[in-house]
């Protein structure tokens, strides 16, 4: 059994550390950009949440700078969220459990690595049909995440879809956009876990 995983707003806090690299953009670029507007709604491409505050073809090159400040300014401001080693405990004790983010996939792993986050494998960059494809590919049966379009991946994959809303989305958001549960959070995981695998043994 594989469970998947997002990561910003699911097993981390992120915003304090978002926050900084897009205070050091504004400085460094010019850009007039609301970073707490921008960490209120984590989720979608890095590119994307540019692009709506400067041109988009500036928006890959910043992105790229983003990239590139992110694991000096971020990575020290960045906790797991309450319950996250617990599920991942959780998932690993019935088979295996993997990241899936649109975050860049090296960043990822450098929060993986410092906050002893125990997953099989990180999938970086994946966003909506990406992530559903992550999912496929890697036979998921499980997608916990945050963010409506987690549980449009999930649908999408055939996965049951855990939202939880640690992240920008209502309960109601995360239910219509296919999640099968919504939690309060990941401390609630590790409990309904175990009814759901055994009911599905």
């Known amino acids: 059994m594989t469970?998947?995983?997002?990561?910003?707003?699911?097993?981390?806090?992120?915003?304090?550390?978002?926050?900084a690299?897009?205070?050091?953009?504004?400085?460094?670029?010019?850009?007039?950009?609301?970073?707490?507007?921008v960490?209120?709604?984590?989720?979608?491409?890095?590119?994307?949440?540019?692009?709506?505050?400067?041109?988009?073809?500036?928006?890959?090159?910043?992105?790229?700078?983003?990239?590139?400040?992110?694991p000096e300014l971020a990575l020290p401001l960045v906790e797991a969220l309450p319950g996250a080693h617990a599920a991942i405990g959780?998932?690993?004790?019935r088979g295996r459990s993997i990241l899936i983010t649109a975050k860049h996939g090296p960043n990822a792993q450098l929060h993986v690595d410092r906050l002893g986050l125990e997953v099989a494998e990180v999938f970086g960059r994946a966003w909506r049909e990406g992530k559903a494809d992550v999912l496929r590919a890697q036979g998921a049966t499980t997608y916990v995440g945050d963010h409506a379009h987690d549980m449009e991946a999930a649908v999408?994959?055939?996965?049951?879809?855990?939202?939880?809303t640690t992240g920008p989305c209502s309960a109601d958001e995360l239910r219509d956009a296919g999640a099968g549960i919504v939690l309060g959070s990941l401390e609630e995981?590790?409990?309904?876990?175990?009814?759901?695998?055994?009911?599905?043994v």
């Open 3 to 19: 469970t998947g995983f997002d990561l910003d707003m699911t097993l981390i806090d992120s915003r304090p550390g978002i926050k």
């Open 21 to 37: 690299v897009y205070d050091r953009l504004v400085v460094e670029s010019g850009t007039a950009i609301d970073t707490e507007l």
């Open 39 to 70: 960490v209120s709604r984590l989720g979608p491409p890095l590119e994307w949440e540019l692009a709506q505050w400067m041109p988009e073809a500036d928006a890959e090159r910043w992105a790229d700078r983003y990239r590139e400040l992110y």
């Open 90 to 93: 959780a998932a690993n004790a």
């Open 156 to 164: 999408s994959s055939g996965a049951f879809g855990v939202g939880l």
């Open 189 to 200: 995981f590790p409990a309904w876990f175990g009814e759901h695998a055994a009911s599905s």
